[in-house]
């Protein structure tokens, strides 16, 4: 199995940033490929970003391409997502995924973290 515990959430202003975390336990991290996630109110989860095994590749949503970045420390366990300028449609609940599967873009996602509400004000 996978743990995965999501950190770094908050309130931000229209226009300021935060930076994500997820720590992974209970299996080799570098197996993994990792992903964001997010929900907000009413809507369906839907795919924020997605990075592989090393980091040697990404794919983001249209939504955030060019304002957020996704990025691994397999040392550390830990996948990050660096959101900048943020808007008020980026508030919802993050989550963090893993998939033991290769490819990123057709990754099954396995395992989910419990979430961190990300919330901007206008």
């Known amino acids: 199995q996978v743990q995965l515990v999501e950190s770094g959430g908050g309130l931000v202003q229209a226009g300021g940033s935060l930076r994500l975390s997820c720590a992974a336990s209970?299996?080799?991290?570098?197996?993994?490929?990792m992903g964001w996630f997010r929900q907000a109110p009413g809507k369906e989860r839907e795919f924020v970003a997605a990075i592989s095994r090393n980091g040697g590749n990404t794919n983001y949503a249209e939504s955030v391409k060019g304002r957020f970045t996704i990025s691994r420390g397999n040392a550390k366990n830990t996948v990050y997502l660096q959101m900048n300028s943020l808007k008020p449609e980026d508030t919802a609940v993050y989550y963090c995924?893993?998939?033991?599967?290769?490819?990123?873009?057709?990754?099954?996602?396995?395992?989910w973290g419990q979430g961190t509400q990300v919330t901007v004000s206008s």
């Open positions: 995924a893993a998939s033991s599967d290769i490819t990123i873009t057709a990754a099954r996602w396995g395992y």
């Open positions: 209970g299996r080799t991290f570098s197996t993994l490929v």
